[in-house]
């Protein structure tokens, strides 16, 4: 039970140091995005749908959906905010502040997710990786908040929000229904992240390199982890 909220103090400890390597992050972020986006779809795709189907399946099928809760929540926040801006003024705060909430939200449901897949340590671990290049790539935009904030508030805020995800995430592991709802709800917010706020809308060739070398080395560790053990 406990992994995931580890992993989540790392993350959360790497997101307060990040400032050191946001220079390397700024120059390379492309890259880490493509890396990271390849390794969680074939994550999602091959091992946690999987689970959720097999959870599902032992308790209501009306569960499933949740994971369409998940992904649509996420986009109608997103279509109402873009919806209501009439100005450039605006649009600049707002652009900030949706920043500032965006980041909160998708690094408090990396946490919330890192803690769900206790049950199955070997998801948890795959999961960290990503996640640790996420957090990383990160640093430019928490830079960026940090230095037109008037307080160090915010920072620890944002800081904080992959363990927040994760402490609040342990209290929905000990109850089968509200586990598999959780469960559901954080995987297709997963999706949503992956498939709008990740994956590169630029498609370079360096970029489909990387996202193909997650993509194929992650599927290929799957498929022999579940062959094999």
Same mark, same amino acid.
């Given at each position: 039970?406990?992994?995931?909220?580890?992993?989540?103090?790392?993350?959360?400890?790497?997101?307060?140091?990040?400032?050191?390597?946001?220079?390397?992050?700024?120059?390379?972020?492309?890259?880490? #995005?493509?890396?990271?986006?390849?390794?969680?779809?074939?994550?999602?795709?091959?091992?946690?749908?999987?689970?959720?189907?097999?959870?599902?399946?032992?308790?209501?099928?009306?569960?499933?959906?949740?994971?369409? #809760?998940?992904?649509?929540?996420? !986009?109608?926040?997103?279509?109402?905010?873009?919806? !209501?801006?009439?100005?450039?003024?605006?649009?600049?705060?707002?652009?900030?502040?949706? !920043?500032?909430?965006?980041?909160?939200?998708?690094?408090?449901?990396? @946490?919330? #997710?890192?803690?769900?897949?206790?049950?199955? $340590?070997?998801?948890?671990?795959?999961?960290?990786?990503?996640?640790?290049?996420?957090?990383?790539?990160?640093?430019?935009?928490?830079?960026?908040?940090?230095?037109?904030?008037?307080?160090? #508030? $915010?920072?620890?805020?944002? @800081? +904080?929000?992959?363990?927040?995800?994760?402490?609040? @995430?342990?209290?929905? +592991?000990? !109850?089968?229904?509200?586990?598999?709802?959780?469960?559901?709800?954080?995987? @297709?917010?997963?999706?949503?992240?992956?498939?709008?706020?990740?994956?590169?809308?630029?498609?370079?060739?360096?970029?489909?390199?990387?996202?193909?070398?997650?993509?194929?080395?992650?599927?290929?560790?799957?498929?022999?982890?579940?062959?094999?053990?």
């Amino acid at each position: 039970m406990y992994l995931g909220i580890y992993f989540a103090v790392i993350l959360s400890i790497i997101h307060f140091i990040s400032e050191y390597f946001a220079n390397f992050t700024k120059k390379h972020i492309m890259k880490i #995005m493509s890396l990271a986006a390849g390794i969680l779809l074939s994550i999602l795709f091959l091992e946690m749908l999987p689970i959720f189907t097999n959870l599902v399946k032992d308790t209501d099928p009306l569960l499933f959906l949740f994971p369409l #809760m998940g992904f649509v929540g996420f !986009h109608s926040i997103r279509a109402y905010n873009f919806k !209501h801006i009439k100005t450039k003024k605006e649009l600049k705060a707002r652009f900030r502040k949706n !920043h500032i909430i965006a980041f909160f939200i998708e690094h408090f449901i990396l @946490g919330f #997710m890192l803690t769900l897949t206790f049950r199955t $340590p070997l998801v948890s671990i795959l999961l960290f990786l990503p996640f640790i290049l996420l957090t990383v790539s990160s640093s430019v935009l928490l830079k960026i908040i940090d230095k037109t904030s008037k307080t160090a #508030m $915010p920072k620890l805020i944002l @800081g +904080s929000s992959t363990l927040l995800g994760a402490l609040v @995430g342990t209290f929905f +592991s000990f !109850h089968k229904v509200l586990f598999a709802a959780a469960f559901g709800y954080a995987l @297709g917010s997963l999706l949503y992240i992956v498939s709008r706020d990740i994956m590169p809308q630029e498609e370079k060739k360096e970029n489909l390199t990387f996202f193909s070398i997650g993509l194929a080395s992650t599927t290929i560790l799957l498929i022999v982890i579940q062959t094999f053990f």
